[in-house]
């Protein structure tokens, strides 16, 4: 069983850029969760996606978007990068059943820096 | 909406001596508790996690937690800790109400460092 892949490992931007991040979903899964991990900090929700559809949100601007594919990969995709946007971004898949709790499964990250 | 405090952002501790990171959480609806390691350069693994039934959780590399709706706690213990338990350790809630996205709401962290 393949466990949550994300690609690049690393990558730097200059301010203003666009960038995008990709994550293979856990065989099996059928939901992807996107992380930012700024340094120091704990992950913070920026969005969940459950059949190719936007399920859930966290406080993040509209340039923070995504996709999920019939797949269940997924990308993350950031405009108009800031410096902020440094962080380890992470993804996470679950299987989405009826009722109880759907564990989430981590990926290694993607550290972004921006210049 | 929910929130976690970590007490403590960093433990220093001896090799075989007893740790306990502290969480509290913050929450108006019923929520599932998580702990998670991350090592060095890595993703996150689940340590263990609280969604019913005992409120003493048993979970992975021999780490326990209590569950305390009282005192909306759920503190990470272990009886004796290794060299390879240093890394950083985060405490996760989620709305347990489903439908939702199940989104997992972080504390900030605390580094556990252990020492020869």
């Known amino acids: 069983e393949t466990g949550v892949t994300q690609s690049p490992t690393h990558l730097i931007k200059t301010r203003g850029q666009q960038v995008t991040l990709r994550c293979s979903s856990q065989?099996?899964?059928?939901?992807v969760s996107w992380y930012q991990q700024a340094l120091g900090q704990g992950p913070q929700f920026i969005f969940q996606?459950?059949?190719?559809?936007?399920?859930g949100r966290g406080n993040f601007p509209p340039r923070f978007s995504g996709l999920q594919f019939p797949n269940y990969s997924s990308e993350l995709n950031v405009n108009a990068l800031e410096l902020d946007d440094s962080a380890l971004y992470l993804c996470?898949?679950?299987?989405?059943?009826?009722?109880?709790?759907?564990?989430?499964?981590f990926g290694p990250g993607t550290r972004l820096t921006v210049l | 909406a929910q929130s976690v405090t970590q007490l403590d952002s960093q433990v220093p501790v001896f090799e075989e001596a007893p740790v306990e990171l502290r969480c509290n959480y913050s929450?108006?609806?019923?929520?599932?508790l998580f702990w998670y390691v991350q090592y060095p350069n890595q993703g996150l693994q689940l340590l263990l996690k609280?969604?019913?039934?005992?409120?003493l959780v048993k979970g992975i590399n021999g780490f326990e937690a209590e569950f305390n709706k009282s005192q909306t706690s759920f503190h990470l213990r272990k009886p004796s800790v290794h060299i390879s338990d240093t890394a950083e350790y985060f405490c996760?809630?989620?709305?347990?109400?489903?439908?939702?996205?199940?989104?997992?709401?972080f504390g900030k962290g605390t580094k556990l460092t252990v020492n020869p």
């Open positions: 996470a898949s679950s299987s989405r059943l009826a009722g109880g709790h759907n564990e989430q499964f």
């Open positions: 065989s099996g899964h059928n939901t």
């Open positions: 996606y459950y059949r190719e559809e936007e399920n």
């Open positions: 929450s108006s609806v019923s929520v599932y």
């Open positions: 609280y969604l019913s039934g005992s409120t």
């Open positions: 996760a809630v989620s709305d347990s109400h489903q439908g939702g996205s199940e989104k997992l709401v």
